[in-house]
Each structure stands twice: as structure tokens, then as C-alpha cells.
T-cell receptor, first 113, second 115 residues
Framework: DVKVTQSSRYLVKRTGEKVFLECVQD?????MFWYRQDPGLGLRLIYF???????EKGDIPEGYSVSREKKERFSLILESASTNQTSMYLC????????????FGQGTRLTVV | AQKITQTQPGMFVQEKEAVTLDCTYD???????LFWYKQPSSGEMIFLIY??????QNATEGRYSLNFQKARKSANLVISASQLGDSAMYFC????????????FGKGTRLSVIA
């Protein structure tokens, strides 16, 4: 089975802290994605990566950065956490073929206080 | 511009009845894929069904079928014989085929199945 693992299920951080959310997939997928999910807003794409060291901004990249040094790992970084970044964060990965689904991690619920 | 539109924030359906969840999309790419995911209260994202833009027939997977109307740019999910376990959020998503494009989602529809 494909496995996408996010490092934490729940996280509480203070305003201004630098926060790292880690995501690891074990199926050699080319594509990896970071979304945030908020009630009524669905899943909004923050960043995605289609290869090692390659990244593309999604719809809401402000306040975030990413790192993909190895194919299996895609990290989301909140440079200076703010309360409006309190959300559920979902990582996903997929093969680079149109007709294949993306696989999701279990999500990280981040609270910034 | 929003590429995926789900106009029904919430839906109710009686157990054993069929229900249709609406999804419209916007793209100028002739080649694209459409996906539906289910998210129960546990939070996991479960892939349900896929439709390619060049597929001649509507996709079906068990009780799920996708009513694909290309000219209208709609990809509605039909769930037949609803069960209590179908109560969840449902998301429509699309990926265009023109190189290094992401999977984009709609805002979702919350389905509640009533006994």
C-alpha cells in the first residue's frame, strides 16, 4: 500500500515561531503537494513539487515556503507562524500520470496561539 | 479564477435513495482528469472515482458513478442506494494534462444520510 506519512497529527505553536511540517511518501512518486483545509473553503493548494528541488506556488503561498531535497520528503515551512495559519494541513503525493489518483497523509492540525 | 465549483455546501438524502453531488469545472486544456474524493469525519481522504476527458463512457465504481457532460463542463457524482456510512464531505478535483500541473479541489459538499 502507498503510504504518505505526516510527522505530526496535532501541533500547537506560538506566534512568530518557525514551524516545520514534514511529509514522507514511500512509493517513489514524482509529485507532492501541500494543501490547507478550512471549513467552507475546501482544500487550497499552498505549494507543489514535481521533482526534487523543483517547486511551484499554489493558490495561497504567502507566509509559507517548501523544501524538497529528497524525492520522498516534502517539507512545509511557516517562516513566522501567525494565528491565521491555524488550520488542517494535508500532504499528498502522486505519480506523474494523469489518470492516477493522489494519495493523502492523515493531516496535521496546527494551532497557532 | 476558481477551476472547480461545487455549489451545494450540504445535502441530505434518505438511506437507500440515490443522490447526485454537483461539480462543474473550468479549463481550456483539451486533456484533463476529474476525481472525486470522500472525507469522513475521521479526516482521511479516500479516492472514489476518476474520469478522463477523452473517456467515451461515464466512469463507474460500485455504487459510485460519474455523470460526465463534457460540453457543459460538469462531472457530477452519483451515489446509488445511499448508506449511513456515506455521510461525509465529498470533494471534486481536476488535474490538467499540460505539464507539471497540480490537482485542484472544489470547496466540497457535506452529505448527510438519514435513516
Amino acid at each position: 500500500d502507498v503510504k504518505v506519512t505526516q510527522s505530526s497529527r496535532y501541533l500547537v505553536k506560538r506566534t512568530g515561531e518557525k514551524v516545520f511540517l514534514e511529509c514522507v511518501q514511500d512509493m517513489d512518486h514524482e509529485n507532492m503537494f501541500w494543501y490547507r483545509q478550512d471549513p467552507g473553503l475546501g482544500l487550497r493548494l499552498i505549494y507543489f513539487s514535481y521533482d526534487v528541488k523543483m517547486k511551484e506556488k499554489g493558490d495561497i503561498p504567502e507566509g509559507y515556503s517548501v523544501s524538497r531535497e529528497k524525492k520522498e520528503r516534502f517539507s512545509l515551512i511557516l517562516e513566522s507562524a501567525s494565528t491565521n495559519q491555524t488550520s488542517m494541513y494535508l500532504c499528498a503525493s502522486s505519480v506523474d500520470r494523469l489518470n492516477t489518483e493522489a494519495f493523502f497523509g492523515q493531516g496535521t492540525r496546527l494551532t497557532v496561539v | 479564477a476558481q477551476k472547480i465549483t461545487q455549489t451545494q455546501p450540504g445535502m441530505f438524502v434518505q438511506e437507500k435513495e440515490a443522490v447526485t453531488l454537483d461539480c462543474t469545472y473550468d479549463t481550456s486544456d483539451p486533456s484533463y482528469g476529474l476525481f472525486w474524493y470522500k472525507q469522513p469525519s475521521s479526516g482521511e481522504m479516500i479516492f472514489l472515482i476518476y474520469q478522463g476527458s477523452y473517456d467515451q463512457q461515464n466512469a463507474t465504481e460500485g455504487r459510485y458513478s460519474l455523470n460526465f457532460q463534457k460540453a457543459r463542463k460538469s462531472a457530477n457524482l452519483v451515489i446509488s442506494a445511499s448508506q449511513l456510512g456515506d455521510s461525509a464531505m465529498y470533494f471534486c478535483a481536476m488535474r490538467e494534462d499540460s505539464g507539471n500541473t497540480p490537482l485542484v479541489f472544489g470547496k466540497g459538499t457535506r452529505l448527510s444520510v438519514i435513516a
